[in-house]
């Protein structure tokens, strides 16, 4: 076969280091989900919807042919990073996560994984986003020791 096709959904959870809610303020929140989904983009990752809480992310995209998920998900992060901390002083001292989570989306439920991603601000209300990670690794059958999970 001459053409190398491919079409692989990813759901893509990430958290800022140690949880702490650097994205309080509404209208950075959203320059942030828009910048990262211009990152996902201009990487050949067709992306659905970026969405998240003052202290965590998820993107629902198509994860290139050309690229692996750990370069995209370096790139997504060291770019993001960097851009933040041009916003305001305040954010001198953002940081993510070192891990991520990186989850494979069916044709079928993109548009569930669009509904969650866009009511995360309501659905944290009852969930924390540990627990919800531990949710996503339980369902997917992903062995994790929790030391390492969080940082």
Not at 28 to 57: E, F, N, Q, S
Request: proline share 2%.
């Amino acid at each position: 076969m001459a053409q190398s096709l491919a079409k692989l959904w990813t759901h893509l959870i990430f958290s800022t280091k140690e949880r702490y809610p650097f994205l309080v303020d509404p209208s950075v929140r959203a320059d942030m989900h828009g910048y990262l989904a211009k990152v996902l983009r201009t990487h050949d990752c067709p992306t659905i919807v970026v969405g998240g809480c003052d202290d965590h992310v998820h993107a629902l995209f198509s994860l290139s042919r050309n690229h692996s998920i750990a370069y995209i998900v370096k790139e997504v992060k060291r770019t993001s990073s960097a851009w933040i901390k041009t916003v305001e002083r305040r954010y001198a001292k953002f940081h993510r996560q070192a891990g991520y989570g990186a989850f494979s989306v069916s044709q079928s439920h993109l548009s569930q994984v669009e509904r969650y991603i866009m009511m995360q601000q309501q659905h944290h209300m009852r969930k924390t986003f540990q627990d919800e990670f531990r949710t996503f690794l339980k369902k997917d059958d992903i062995e994790y020791d929790e030391r390492y999970v969080w940082d």
